[in-house]
C-alpha cells in the first residue's frame, strides 16, 4: 500500500486501566451535604457548652463546701471558747486570798474504785463439749460426768452419754488415770446408735501388766482419740472395765468432742 501512494490508516491507542470518570453530583446533594455538617457542629458545639458549664458549677459547688466548712469550724471554735470558765483575776483559795486559817488539815481524796468487769468469753462457733468431773464406773463399766463446771456448747449429756445435735466429723478423746490391780485393763470408747441395737467401739485401750508390781509402776494412763462421722441425736460415752479408775483431780480424766 506505501508503493502505491497511499497513507497509512490512522491506529489508536486505547488504556483500559483508566476508570470511568465521576459523576456530576446530584441536583441538591450539596446543599444537604452543608446541612448535616451544620448539624454535626451544632451537636459539638452543644456538648462542649455543657462540659464547661458542668466544670464550672462543680467549682462553685466545691468552693460552697470549702467555705461551709470553714464557718462550721469557727463556730465550734467559739462555741467551745465560750464554754470555757473565765479565769478570775482575783485569788480563789485561802492561801491566796491571805487567810490565816491554815492550821487545819487537808483531807487527801479518796480514790474513786471502779467494779471490775468480767471478761467476756466468744461462744464457739461449733459443737463442743469438755467433761472433767468423772464417776466410778458401774457395773457395766459406764463413767458418768457432771456438766456443772464444765464446758458444753450444743451438745446434750444424758445419761453419761454426749449425744450430738447434727451429722458431721467429730473428734472424740478421752483419758484416764487408772490402776491395773488385776494386771489388765480396757478402756473404750462407744457410741450409741439407733441404727443398730447394741452400742459400737470406736476407740479401745487394753493394758496387760505383769504379775508383779509395785504400787507405783501400777498407776497408769491411758489416752484415746480420733476423728468420727456421727448422725443426729447419735451418743458417745467412755467404759473402764478390769480395773480401778483414779479420781484425784479433774485433769487426770476427762472426756470430750468437738466438731471439724
Known sequence: MADRGLPYPTVFSVDSCIGVPPLPPKPGQRMAQRQRR??????????????LIGILVEACFLYYLQSHKQDVKDKEFHHLKSKQPDTPDTPQTDAQK???RI???VMPQQPTVRPTRRPTFRRPSKSVAHLQRA?????DGLITWSD????????????GKLVVPKEGYYYIYSKLTFKADGGTFNHRVMKA???????????????????KQNLTSSVRNS?????????RKEGVFVQAKDGRVLLQSAGENFFGMFMV
Do not use: C
Open 98 to 100: 491571805g487567810d490565816k
Open 38 to 51: 451544620k448539624v454535626t457542629e451544632t451537636i459539638l458545639f452543644l456538648l462542649v457548652s455543657m462540659a
Open 135 to 139: 464417776s466410778w464406773p458401774d457395773k
Open 103 to 105: 492550821d487545819e488539815p
Open 193 to 211: 446408735t439407733h441404727l443398730y441395737p447394741d452400742p459400737i467401739e470406736l476407740l479401745r485401750y487394753h493394758y496387760v501388766g505383769g504379775q
Open 148 to 159: 456443772e463446771e464444765d464446758h458444753i456448747h450444743e451438745l446434750t449429756l444424758t445419761n
Open 223 to 231: 489416752y484415746l482419740g480420733g476423728v468420727f462421722h456421727l448422725f
